[in-house]
T-cell receptor, first 110, second 110 residues
Framework: NAGVTQTPKFRVLKTGQSMTLLCAQD?????MYWYRQDPGMGLRLIHY???????AKGEVPDGYNVSRLKKQNFLLGLESAAPSQTSVYFC?????????FGPGTRLTVL | GQSLEQPSEVTAVEGAIVQINCTYQ??????LSWYQQHDGGAPTFLSY????GLEETGRFSSFLSRSDSYGYLLLQELQMKDSASYFC???????????FGTGTRLKVLA
């Protein structure tokens, strides 16, 4: 039982490049989330999903897209990376009252 | 708007008791969660209060007063390993879309 896993763990991009972050969970949770965390800050919700095939915007969705084609996977895409997207990205899945977080992806955009 | 307020930093000595407060303002209220995050790590779930009162889990307790829009996390018999950031969070409007506070950094001194 791996819980929530994220790939990659680290990535460096140049401005304008694109990439996809993958999140997978093996707990059969309906709800999944993508957050970003900047130094000394809390977690800000980018997008979330309440079930397979559904997605919705969070607090800071601009510059990101998501897809949830399979219940266990939630993908976060950056179409054209910008330095302002340098951050640590956490994926989470939820069993009602408790969120389970992945280990995070540290992204640097130069 | 919806917001959660926490102190930015708290310092205490080993063996002491510390209380981390959280006040919230939300359009609907379903409960208050607490998460712990060590530097470089992912947030991990500590507790969830849906009803008024105190919930105890080992050295950690969490309290909620819905009438005061206020809760706190109480850590007893502090240990060095408790040095971490602590976040309160609320799900909004029954959507399981969570809002997190900006976090309280706890420093435990020897």
């Amino acid at each position: 039982n791996a819980g929530v896993t994220q790939t990659p763990k680290f990535r460096v991009l140049k401005t304008g490049q694109s990439m996809t972050l993958l999140c997978a969970q093996d707990m059969n949770h309906e709800y999944m989330y993508w957050y970003r965390q900047d130094p000394g800050m809390g977690l800000r919700l980018i997008h979330y999903s309440v079930g397979e095939g559904t997605t919705a915007k969070g607090e800071v969705p601009d510059g990101y897209n998501v897809s949830r084609l399979k219940k266990q996977n939630f993908l976060l895409g950056l179409e054209s990376a910008a330095p302002s997207q340098t951050s640590v990205y956490f994926c989470a899945s939820s069993s009602l009252d408790e969120q389970f977080f992945g280990p995070g992806t540290r992204l640097t955009v130069l | 708007g919806q917001s959660l307020e926490q102190p930015s930093e708290v310092t205490a000595v080993e063996g002491a008791i510390v209380q981390i407060n959280c006040t919230y303002q939300t359009s609907g209220f379903y409960g208050l969660s607490w998460y712990q995050q060590h530097d470089g790590g992912a947030p991990t779930f500590l507790s969830y209060n849906a009803l008024d009162g105190l919930e105890e889990t080992g050295r950690f307790s969490s309290f909620l007063s819905r009438s005061d829009s206020y809760g706190y996390l109480l850590l007893q018999e502090l240990q060095m390993k408790d040095s971490a950031s602590y976040f309160c969070a609320v799900p909004t409007s029954g959507t399981y879309k969570y809002i997190f506070g900006t976090g309280t950094r706890l420093k435990v001194l020897a």
